[in-house]
T-cell receptor, first 115, second 117 residues
Framework: AQSVAQPEDQVNVAEGNPLTVKCTYSVSGNPYLFWYVQYPNRGLQFLLKYITGDNLVKGSYGFEAEFNKSQTSFHLKKPSALVSDSALYFC?????????????FGTGTRLKVLA | EAGVAQSPRYKIIEKRQSVAFWCNPISGHATLYWYQQILGQGPKLLIQ????????DSQLPKDRFSAERLKGVDSTLKIQPAKLEDSAVYLC???????????????FGPGTRLTVL
């Protein structure tokens, strides 16, 4: 089955510094990958997705993600972090091994941007 | 464009009681999903509807959970009877197209936080 791993429970970064939230995947076939953000007491918000093509995917709120096939990674990045970026971030992969398509989410990484 | 609506936002019940959650997807979205998100974990799919038909309910505990989307628009998820381990946030999501298509990006509602005592 497809899966994603988010190796860090929490990432701390100073405001204005670049941020990276890590995600690695395990898939058979071509990966179809997503990033979502969850603010307190709110549902998940779609940030970006990778289907095929350019390895650098641009998304909402200045976020981007780099797909690396050789390292099976899909790390989320932002050049300059804002305090308002503090939230819970989920990586997800689309899985089709059960015969139907479903999203499999990672366990989440809490990003804390310090002023 | 209005987002996915869910109610109630919070619910506290005692074990063995029943509870129901309601979801109204984004207008025009054919596919609707219910997820369970336990504290500290990512969302887990419970059931997926395509219009008013069930596409995938393989992870739905059918002895106590049920869901319907009778007219292919809004949906209800029910738990009867509830157990302590059902304490979680129940998220509803919708997508324009069926999962596995180019329009299957999912948009989530705010969730219902269930506490079972």
């Amino acid at each position: 089955a497809q899966s994603v791993a988010q190796p860090e429970d929490q990432v701390n970064v100073a405001e204005g510094n670049p941020l990276t939230v890590k995600c690695t995947y395990s898939v058979s076939g071509n990966p179809y990958l997503f990033w979502y953000v969850q603010y307190p007491n709110r549902g998940l918000q779609f940030l970006l997705k990778y289907i095929t093509g350019d390895n650098l995917v641009k998304g909402s709120y200045g976020f981007e993600a780099e797909f690396n096939k050789s390292q099976t990674s899909f790390h989320l990045k932002k050049p300059s972090a804002l305090v308002s970026d503090s939230a819970l971030y989920f990586c997800a992969v689309r899985d089709s091994t059960s015969g139907t398509y479903k999203y499999i989410f990672g366990t989440g990484t809490r990003l804390k941007v310090l002023a | 464009e209005a987002g996915v609506a869910q109610s109630p936002r919070y619910k506290i019940i005692e074990k063995r009681q029943s509870v129901a959650f309601w979801c109204n997807p984004i207008s025009g979205h054919a596919t609707l999903y219910w997820y369970q998100q336990i504290l500290g974990q990512g969302p887990k799919l419970l059931i997926q509807f395509q219009n008013n038909g069930v596409v995938d309910d393989s992870q739905l505990p059918k002895d106590r959970f049920s869901a319907e989307r009778l007219k292919g628009v809004d949906s209800t998820l029910k738990i009867q009877p509830a157990k302590l381990e059902d304490s979680a946030v129940y998220l509803c999501a919708s997508s324009l197209g069926r999962a596995g298509t180019s329009t299957d990006t999912q948009y989530f509602g705010p969730g219902t936080r269930l506490t079972v005592l």
